[in-house]
């Protein structure tokens, strides 16, 4: 087993490495504890061994909490699901040119098998789920979420239920219930869904809910995009991340990954500026962040980025904390400049992103506008999902034009303005 024990990220009470998420002793999150102390003496031999493993999140086995994670001879998507993680970090200059920077960097996670950074959380949480005996996946989502787990317990050949906001996006809606799940749409908000869930975790035995009793292990699987980003840019850090943030646990698993890194010797550099992107319509840790608070207002979402409306974020304090301690910020955008940032990503990389990665376009642009980012920085910012998910948020954005299939009618359409 690559993790310890659960620690309390308040009190730092000790726990076995069991099915709980939060300490009895004062009600604080817990996350998995490591001993990596058998690295310090050869790092480069480390560094072979990752590089070495499969083309994807298992050639991390070594920093995710499983028992025996998933090796060559387990290669069927019956014995380990969907294969996550490797997904590109590309160079975007045009974007960097177009906001006024120097060098920006795009790691596009919409490459997963169910088009989101998600395949990767629910990859782990399954798999320490099966190791604890659970039989059924589970899951509260804002759509993402929803996806990946039907597919990856259709994968494992496992029973699943999904429960998300019935007014979620149609195209998310169908991307999970095309996987055979129990699709269960709540009258309400995720943060109502959320709670429905947590108390079911509590009733259903036998039933892994991936981000409530397995959130421990679920939110772990977020690191493995801080240390592909790291290994992509030759075993070093950036000197900024942009990123989304919901419930806040990516925000600063990412961190935590290059920390983790960093203390071993096995990467060069030192933890990035961690500047966090809200939509304005829920934006509990950005307005917390302006305000000058270590914790969370909750507010009742309003926004087109559906995937990040949790308005009562779990790692919201942990998110503010490490924005601080890193010399970042938690920035908002309004629906707008959301829309704007996904075209803005499309039309200069050729990327199309759901409308989480508008939000963290425009705060990329935001930050450049304001001066925040210098020139000479290496900045990466996170795309989580794919723009076809969201569909309705680009609606009405651009033109087109309908002609007759004659050359005089494209001549005649180009003198009214078609771009030729």
């Known amino acids: 087993m690559a993790g310890t024990n659960l620690k309390c990220r308040e009190c730092a009470t000790t726990y076995e490495l069991e099915p709980r998420y939060v300490c009895e002793q004062c009600f604080g999150p817990l996350e998995v504890a490591y001993d990596h102390s058998r690295f310090v003496d050869d790092v480069g031999a ?13 050639r991390y086995g070594d920093f995710l909490p499983l028992d025996g994670p998933p090796g060559p001879a387990l290669r069927s998507a019956s014995r380990v699901g969907l294969p996550a993680g490797c997904t590109p970090l590309l160079r975007a200059d045009r974007l960097a040119e177009r906001v006024g920077l120097g060098e920006v960097w795009v790691k596009n996670d919409a490459h997963n098998p169910t088009h989101s950074f998600k395949d990767r959380v629910v990859a782990v949480a399954s798999q320490r789920a099966r190791e604890l005996g659970f039989d059924t996946l589970a899951c509260a989502s804002t759509g993402n979420l929803a996806n990946a787990v039907a597919a990856q317990a259709a994968a494992l050949g496992l ?11 149609e195209q998310k809606i169908l991307a999970t219930g095309v996987y055979g799940t129990n699709l269960v749409k709540v009258r309400g908000n995720y943060d109502d869904v959320n709670r429905l869930c947590t108390e079911l975790s509590g009733e259903r035995e036998g039933w892994a809910f991936v981000n409530v009793n397995m959130r421990p292990y679920y939110a772990e699987g977020s690191k493995t995009l801080s240390y592909e980003i790291a290994e992509q840019l030759g075993w070093a850090t950036p000197d900024r991340v942009v990123a989304p943030i919901a419930s806040g646990s990516l925000f600063t698993k990412i961190a935590k990954g290059f920390e983790e ?4 010797g ?33 507010v009742k979402p309003d926004t087109i ?31 707008d400049e959301i829309r704007a940032g996904i075209r ?6 050729g990327i199309f992103t759901e409308t989480a990665g508008g939000v963290t376009t425009a705060t990329l642009a935001k930050l450049a506008a304001r001066g925040d ?16 998910k969201t569909l309705d948020a680009v609606r009405d954005t651009f033109e087109s034009y309908e002609i007759e299939p004659r050359l005089e009618a494209f001549e005649a359409a180009v003198e009214q303005g078609v771009h030729v």
């Open 373 to 388: 980012i210098g020139a000479d920085e290496k900045v990466v910012i996170v795309i989580t999902g794919d723009g076809l």
């Open 261 to 264: 890194w960093l203390e071993l």
């Open 344 to 349: 803005l990503l499309a039309e200069t990389t």
């Open 46 to 58: 480390l560094r072979r061994r990752i590089q070495g493993g499969p083309q994807n999140i298992w």
């Open 305 to 335: 980025a559906k995937s990040l409306a949790i308005g009562n974020p779990a790692d919201g304090p942990y998110a503010l904390e490490l924005a601080r301690r890193t010399g970042g910020a938690i920035d908002a955008v309004d629906d």
């Open 159 to 169: 029973p699943s239920y999904v429960f998300i906001p019935s007014d979620l996006e």
């Open 266 to 298: 096995l990467i060069e550099g030192s933890v990035p500026t961690m500047n966090g992107a809200q939509a304005v319509g829920c934006s509990p840790v950005a307005q917390a962040f302006d305000a000058g608070a270590d914790v969370c207002r909750p």
